[in-house]
């Protein structure tokens, strides 16, 4: 993303090899999935949007990162890192079977600014072009990977994983990385003058992606009440996490070049140097206070400022939003169906729920019964509804009994259609009921004026820890207000699970937290305390939790 004023800077020369080719992910997957799967063996036609490989993104930004170090550290448009950086995602594209071209980043771009690079994947209805597009090009300062490697890197690889399915298109697919976009959104300025008023009319949604895996960010979604914005939001709404607008990047990315000429936009963003609010931190995770990405156009930059679940999250979200616009035949009708989240644990005899949703891939909508199999032992699975019109959402519960055995289950969810049967795949993890699954840490820790204390427990429990969490918490404190209290995970995830502030003071006592979590349940659990104002002192006394 683009300051308000250009920077500029010298770079140097050097060329490095092309990463030889990885075949995504082909097998089907429901909005915000992680699986990453094999390559099919021959094209198939694939309805639901598919899972988009994190693996194979981040291989591209391991390339585009390479380039800048062979180039004076940069991939700045008028230098040789933004030309190599063209030429790796151009060859991967025609290996592919794209049709590829390379537009002269002119008028008005900065002298010697590199071209920008048009994909278009063949079939589809032209009159009716679906179009996603992220700049290449970096500042000077650095290597630009999050700003923008993590945008190009995440649309070339859902590129080629359409090109890995080749479905059947009912509109057609362009992609777009553009040139120059640092000093002014120059390079897709120029692409939008170059087009005739017949052929920017034919474009019917544009979306972009400019820093999409800030490392303290969020989902951030472009004009997010738009038509345009409707897929997006649908995905990060399906997926509960809220998305918000993009006030920090409006008018300050690629999307504004379309918008200003008539075409509706959209897009994501993960955030730059603006701060991330106590609220965002509440429902996203991450530390407010802090910039999205502090290394915002600065050296540090690299592959190490990445969070990959936000860029995951986006990968998805595009293929999500491509194959519900563009996928399918204009005149059949048909449905696509996903589970999300894709996997749950629960302990024997406890119930766990997932939202199974439908949607309209061609044609008109449908009824969709629902039906689940694989089920383990003594559970019993239950919708409500148990019949939706496609488009719509049902809750599935799956109950448990305490003789339910231990493992792992992959639960097939069928929904059969007045023109087609779907399924979708939900994994389920059934611990026992043997043995304590409640941890306890007894030991004080004082708690001293803007200070933070962490005190761990370490689970033994097996299997997946059922969510929500349990967590008991026993302070000794005159002001509750004064403490931010965040739950750490054994695979490092923060929850915040009581936060500061307020305008009276009351005593913390001892209270109850039920915390929604997904990761196992053993390892080391730890209770972070943050006192963050003056004048009160206390101690931890003791916490436990229930996983």
């Known amino acids: 993303m683009r300051r308000t004023a250009a920077l500029t800077a010298t770079v ?17 997957a429901p909005p915000g ?3 990453n799967g094999a390559p099919a063996s021959a094209p198939v036609t694939a309805l639901a949007p598919p899972d988009v490989s994190l693996q194979n993104i981040k291989a591209h ?3 585009l990162q390479s380039i800048a170090d062979a180039n004076g550290g940069t991939r700045r448009s008028t230098g040789p890192g933004y030309t190599a950086s063209v030429a790796y995602v151009e060859q991967r594209l025609q290996a592919a079977g794209y049709t590829t071209r390379r537009v002269t980043c002119t008028p008005g771009c900065t002298s010697g600014a590199g071209p920008d690079l048009i994909a278009d994947w063949p079939g589809g209805d032209e009159s009716q072009v679906v179009m996603s597009g992220a700049h290449l090009d970096s500042v000077s300062a650095g290597p630009g990977i999050n700003d923008n490697g993590s945008g190009s890197s995440m649309l070339l690889e859902v590129a080629l994983t359409l090109a890995a399915q080749r479905p059947s298109m009912s509109k057609h697919v362009r992609f777009g990385w553009w040139s120059d976009e640092e000093q002014g959104l120059l390079g897709s300025r120029a692409y939008v003058t170059s087009l005739s008023s ?8 544009y979306l972009n992606f400019d820093m999409v895996g800030s490392p303290n960010g969020g989902y951030f979604i472009n004009n ?10 649908a995905f990060y709404t399906n997926l509960g996490l809220a998305p918000e607008e993009n006030t920090e990047g409006a008018n300050r990315s690629d999307d504004a070049s ?8 959209s897009g994501v963003a993960a955030g730059a140097s603006a701060t991330k609010t106590s609220a965002q931190a509440a429902k996203w995770g991450g530390t407010s206070g802090r910039a999205y990405d502090s290394c915002y156009h600065r050296s540090c930059d690299t592959t190490a400022n990445i969070n990959d679940t936000i860029l995951d999250r986006a990968g998805d979200a595009l293929a999500y939003a491509i194959w519900t616009q563009a996928v399918g035949t204009s005149t059949g009708r048909d449905f696509s169906i996903g589970a999300a989240p894709a996997s749950g644990s629960v302990q024997a005899g406890q119930t766990a729920t997932t939202t199974i949703s439908t949607a309209t891939t061609s044609g008109t909508a449908q009824t969709v019964n629902l039906t689940a199999s694989g089920l383990p032992g003594g559970a019993t699975a239950t919708f409500a509804p148990a019949s939706v019109t496609s488009g719509g959402s049902s809750t599935l519960t799956l109950a448990t009994s305490p003789s339910t055995p231990s493992g792992t ?15 979708t795949t939900w994994t389920l993890t059934v611990s026992g009921t043997g043995g304590s699954r409640t941890f306890t840490n007894d030991a004080d820790y004082t708690i001293n004026d803007l200070s933070t204390i962490n005190s761990p427990v370490t689970s033994t429990a097996t299997g997946g820890a059922v969510s929500p969490v349990q967590v008991r918490v026993t302070i000794s404190h005159t002001c509750a207000e004064d403490l931010r209290i965040r739950l750490r995970g054994p695979n490092g995830t923060y929850y915040t699970i009581d936060s500061s502030g307020g305008t009276s003071c009351t005593s913390y006592g001892t209270r109850t937290y039920s915390v929604p979590v997904s990761q196992t349940a053993a390892g080391t659990w730890t209770l972070q305390v943050t006192d963050d104002y003056r004048l009160d002192t206390g101690y931890l006394d003791t916490w436990s939790i229930t996983v």
């Open 12 to 28: 140097a020369m050097a060329l490095i090899g092309l990463l030889s080719s990885t075949t995504p992910a082909t097998a089907q």
């Open 33 to 35: 999935s992680t699986r």
């Open 61 to 63: 930004l391991s390339q």
């Open 198 to 205: 017949a052929d920017r009319s034919k474009i019917k949604q």
């Open 224 to 233: 997010i009440t738009t038509a345009a914005a409707a897929d997006l939001r």
């Open 258 to 265: 379309f918008r200003n000429a008539g075409i509706a936009t």
């Open 409 to 423: 289950y992959a639960i097939t969810v069928t929904g059969t259609g007045e023109t087609a049967t779907r399924t």
